[in-house]
């Protein structure tokens, strides 16, 4: 995440907190799944470092949106696996469609001025 | 393979994380990061590739905790407890320092115990001296607004006789006091205490009863228990009211708080009282350590009085009441002493006869109160110097604590170093560290405060059993309760600030480096220990020396001649008269009781004497022959009416003329025998022999037989004072006291003359019986007192000085192990080492000895006064103490000092 005065911090927070809740739609995941997945989709474009993921998670556990389960599976170390809540969900059909309304934006204005 | 854990933590250390989620960040993190190493390795990267690889995943750790939500982050409960964050609220911060000292505490079981256990001796030493000032000084008298009474005593105008005594009031002067003086709202007056014989049946036990006005209670301004006090109508006509008032312990101990005392009768000196009221529990009279039994009204006099007395109500030459009275508002002592001056002055001119040359004076209240105890400036200088040797005490034991506080700080550098590495700050560190002293010292105050009540309750059984309801108990109230409290405090403060300061300045990367041992043995917290133990090792030598000079100073009171031989002699006392026995009976008694007692096996003499030893003894007027003075201006001699034989019994040598006959007796010639002290007043020339005296208010005119030597007759050791001796039987009537040497301990004959005279007279009482070692005891009784305190003191200053000393030795032969160790792999004898450990110990103690003398010398003039004439300076009291600590210091570093020299120098080198 970006330092302190950069103007779209929040968007960008956002954005990542968007990701996160997206991973988390169809099934739950630990936080190293989470860091993979989001670098595998993003084909290395986006990253996220330990030191900035896990303060993420924890906020979004904080708010209530996930909730994070420590979970101990036969030969392998105990892992937490973060699920989505239903104030999750929700939360993130909200943020999904004002994603959408402002990529769509984005694009118009963008699109405007390459027209 | 990494252990990721250690990076995770060594990166968030300073990061301010909620101690109770702390360990699962830390797991889930470095679950993570093995995550990722695993699979960079799988990948094909080499184990140093990717273990760079994955620290950068750390980058920006800092800024870990700026992301995290509130919660996590806020302090929790944990965190200031390890010297965290202010919350902002000084009570929960407190709060929870108490708690976290409380476990640290808990931590350190053996630490803690001997701190407190320290504490604990320190405050319950000065709590038990403290409940003695505030029984004897600050709450001596338990009546209405004390600051408003005083005393009125009858003086000599300067210039006439023996001036600067307080004597009492005659009864007459009183009353005239008590009607002319417009000072005061009241004025009570009061006799000293008087032996009855209170019956019942048969039996018959020793009462101590007290005459008093009818104002006195209401003058003080108190309220019975039970019943009511005088009344001023019923004791106004002489004789007419056998009422009583009994003193609160009386009524609790000798009759079991009867909850129907007030209407029953008792059978004092052979009257019938009726108990018409109880006196309030603490109320001893105007007195701050004796009580009577009972009040009586002073109209009652004809009936309790011996018969030399009984004219007490109409003879305005006899003073025999103190007077207490109470000052109108507004009105200053000054001024109340001119308006009584004023009608002394009138009362002169009035009756010359008897009040030439009497003034009057009033005195605050406390002269009286503390008449028999020395005055009260001699109970405070007492007190003061107690206050200050158990002050002294406590000092030792806050700083032994202190030195055990630094000892435990030094071991603890690392875990404080380790806070203020993750944020502590140092004021807050050091509010904490001084919490954890409070802490101590709090349970301290509450060890000390029983420690005080049990040190009380020993002090108290040192009193007289026979006379222990009359005595003052000691008095543990809230006052007293917060003077443990504050002292706890305060010596929390004294012994915790220091080290606290200390500690919490520790310095953040020597603490982490665990140099923290290395610093102990010769750093800055080192040479303050070592300031501390030399002046513990002074202050309890100045103790030590204390005691000894005390011990060496009674040892030397019992040595005084007190000009009679106290071996082998027994007095028993009784009043036959108290049980109705007349003169003739008396008279036949006395006779008999002497033959019957002579005759037993083991008796060497027998005599009968008005005075007790050591008593307070009465004084007459004697005029010589030819001398016309005044009643009042006649030289005062104490008058003592005496059997044949007392001087042989008494072991009293004859300097001049002969002793008593059986031959003078009632019609034969009036004779009396004088001391030394009283014919070289009278007669400075040496002619005393033979001249006459006559006493005041008896015209009999007494030849002079014979002249003895001065002894001892109020008080052990005193100023020699006149004294006049009486035949028995040319002065008949008063009350005699049985004298007895026997001819071996007269402990042996005891219970044998007890029991003959009970044979010859079942109704009279004799259970007061003391031999002379005895009254010897009972007149040192509070140098005992005072030597037994010091001593227990002394003991405990030397106990807590050499336990610091072996303490200090100890930790730091600990904590030098391995510069013993190198000394001895060198090639150091084990010998050398013993010397090098016992040498840092002895050096310490020689320093403080040297002070702790020069203290003394310096301190030992106030003492001087308590003395008994010692020196304060006496050489063996002095060496005496010093040899004492030092063989104790000498053994509490041979200890320490043996264990290092037995080593093993490569464990200690392994092991340092």
């Known amino acids: 995440m970006g330092d302190q005065n950069n103007p779209d911090r929040e968007w960008k927070k956002g954005g990542a907190e968007l990701l996160i809740l997206s991973l988390l739609e169809q099934q739950a995941r630990h936080g190293y799944d989470i860091c993979k997945l989001i670098e595998a989709r993003s084909a290395g474009a986006l990253r996220f470092h330990v030191t900035t993921l896990y303060p993420l998670l924890y906020r979004l556990e904080e708010r209530g949106l996930v909730q994070g389960r420590w979970v101990e599976k036969p030969n392998q170390r105990r892992r937490r696996y973060y699920s989505l809540t239903a104030e999750g969900r929700r939360m993130l059909a909200l943020q999904r469609q004002s994603w959408q309304a402002f990529v769509e934006a984005m694009g118009r204005v963008m699109g405007v001025e390459n027209a | ?912």
């Open chain 2, 1 to 912: 393979m990494p252990d990721w854990k250690l990076e995770v933590e060594r990166r968030l250390a300073a990061q301010r994380l909620d101690a109770s989620r702390r360990n699962a960040i830390v797991d889930e993190l470095s679950q993570h990061l093995q995550d990722r190493y695993q699979e960079l390795l799988s990948a094909g990267a080499g184990e140093a590739e990717a273990y760079r690889e994955v620290l950068e995943e750390l980058e920006n750790s800092d800024r870990f905790a700026a992301g995290l939500p509130a919660g996590l982050r806020r302090p929790g409960r944990e965190l200031p407890a390890q010297g965290g964050t202010p919350s902002g609220n000084l009570a929960v911060d407190f709060l929870r320092d108490v708690r976290y000292g409380f476990r640290s505490m808990v931590k350190a079981p053996a630490f803690s115990f001997f701190a407190v256990l320290t504490l604990a001796l320190g405050i319950g030493a000065t709590t038990t001296v403290f409940t003695l000032v505030n029984t004897l000084l600050l709450h001596p008298l338990p009546v209405h607004d004390p600051s408003r009474l005083e005393c009125v005593y009858t003086t000599e105008v300067k210039g006439h006789g023996q001036s600067g005594n307080l004597l009492p009031t005659s009864y007459l002067n009183l009353k005239d006091y008590q009607a002319r003086n417009s000072a005061f709202s009241g004025v009570g007056g009061f006799s000293p205490p008087l032996v009855t014989t209170l019956s019942e049946g048969t039996a018959t036990e020793r009462f101590f009863g007290q005459l008093v006005t009818s104002d006195y209670f209401e003058t003080l301004g108190i309220a019975p228990v039970r019943g009511r006090f005088f009344r001023r109508g019923e004791t106004s006509t002489p004789g007419s009211a056998p009422v009583a008032v009994l003193s609160y312990n009386a009524w609790k101990i000798r009759f079991d708080r009867a909850p129907d005392i007030v209407g029953k009768t008792l059978a004092i000196n052979g009257i019938r009282f009726t108990v018409i009221g109880v006196a309030p529990p603490g109320f001893l009279g105007i007195s701050a350590v004796f009580g009577p039994d009972v009040w009586l009204p002073a109209t009652m006099a004809r009936q309790v009085l011996p018969p030399a007395l009984q004219d007490i109500l109409t003879d305005r030459g006899k003073p025999f009441f103190e007077a207490v009275a109470r000052l109108k508002p507004g009105v200053s002592r000054r001024q109340a002493e001119a308006d009584l001056q004023t009608i002394a002055s009138s009362l002169r001119q009035q009756y010359p006869d008897e009040n030439a040359g009497r003034t009057v004076s009033v005195e605050p209240v406390t002269t009286a109160l503390f008449s028999t105890t020395g005055g009260e400036r001699g109970v405070a200088l007492a007190s003061g110097v107690l206050l200050v040797i158990v002050g002294l005490v406590l000092l030792i034991a806050c700083s032994n604590v202190a030195n055990l506080l630094i000892a435990r700080a030094v071991g603890r550098r690392q875990e404080i170093a380790v806070r203020l590495a993750i944020g502590a700050n140092r004021w807050r560190l050091f509010r904490q560290l001084l919490t954890e002293s409070v802490v101590l010292g709090v349970l301290g105050g509450i060890g000390g405060l029983a420690i005080g009540y049990e040190g009380c309750r020993f002090l108290w059984s040192f009193r007289p059993a026979e006379v222990a309801r009359n005595m003052v108990d000691p008095r543990i109230d809230p006052t007293v309760f917060l003077f443990a409290l504050a002292l706890a405090l305060a010596t929390s403060f004294i012994f915790g600030v220091a080290p606290s300061l200390r500690a919490s300045r520790t310095d953040l990367v020597g603490g982490l480096k665990e140099e923290a041992h290395l610093a102990a043995a010769g750093g800055r917290s080192g040479r303050f220990q070592k300031v501390l133990l030399t002046g513990q090792v002074a202050l309890s030598l100045v103790l030590l020396i204390a005691a000894s000079l005390f011990l060496r100073a009674v040892e030397r009171a019992y040595s005084i001649d007190p000009g009679f031989d106290v071996k082998n002699l027994a007095v028993f006392m009784m009043n036959p008269e108290q049980v109705g026995y007349d003169a003739v009976r008396l008279d036949e008694f006395h006779r008999e009781v002497r033959q019957h007692v002579a005759a037993m096996p083991g008796i060497a003499a027998v005599s009968w004497a008005s005075n007790l030893p050591f008593w307070s003894s009465p004084s007459r007027g004697v005029e010589k022959e030819g001398q016309a003075v005044r009643k009042a201006e006649a030289l005062s001699a104490v008058t003592n009416t005496v059997d044949v034989d007392y001087f042989k019994v008494m072991g009293i040598s004859l300097v001049q003329g002969r002793s008593f006959a059986d031959g003078d007796r009632e019609g034969s010639v009036p004779v009396v025998i004088i001391n030394e002290d009283l014919a070289r007043r009278y007669w400075p020339q040496g002619d005393a022999l033979g001249k006459h005296v006559h006493l005041i208010g008896d015209d009999t005119l007494r030849q002079i037989v014979g002249i003895v030597k001065n002894s001892d007759y109020t008080t052990l050791g005193e100023a020699p004072q006149p004294c006049l001796f009486l035949p028995m039987r040319q002065n008949p009537g008063g009350n005699l006291n049985l004298y007895v040497r026997a001819a071996d301990d007269p402990a042996a004959v005891l219970d044998e003359v007890q029991r003959a005279i009970k044979d010859l007279a079942p109704a009279v009482d004799v259970s007061d019986i003391r031999t002379g070692a005895r009254l010897i005891d009972q007149i040192l009784w509070p140098a005992r007192i005072v030597l037994s305190l010091l001593g227990v003191f002394g003991l405990l200053a030397l106990t807590l000085a050499s336990v610091g000393l072996y303490g200090l030795l100890a930790y730091s032969v600990r904590s030098r192990q391995r510069e013993i160790g190198v000394r001895m792999a060198l090639g150091a004898s084990r010998s050398a080492v013993l010397r090098l450990v016992l040498r840092q110990g002895m050096v310490l103690v020689a320093m403080g000895v040297a002070i702790g003398l020069a203290l003394s010398l310096l301190i030992g003039r106030a003492f001087s006064r308590m003395l008994f004439g010692l020196s304060p300076a006496d050489p063996l009291a002095l060496m005496g103490a010093s040899a004492v600590l030092l063989l104790v210091a000498l053994l509490a570093s041979y200890i320490p000092a043996l264990a290092a020299s037995r080593m093993e120098p490569m464990r200690a080198l392994r092991e340092g």
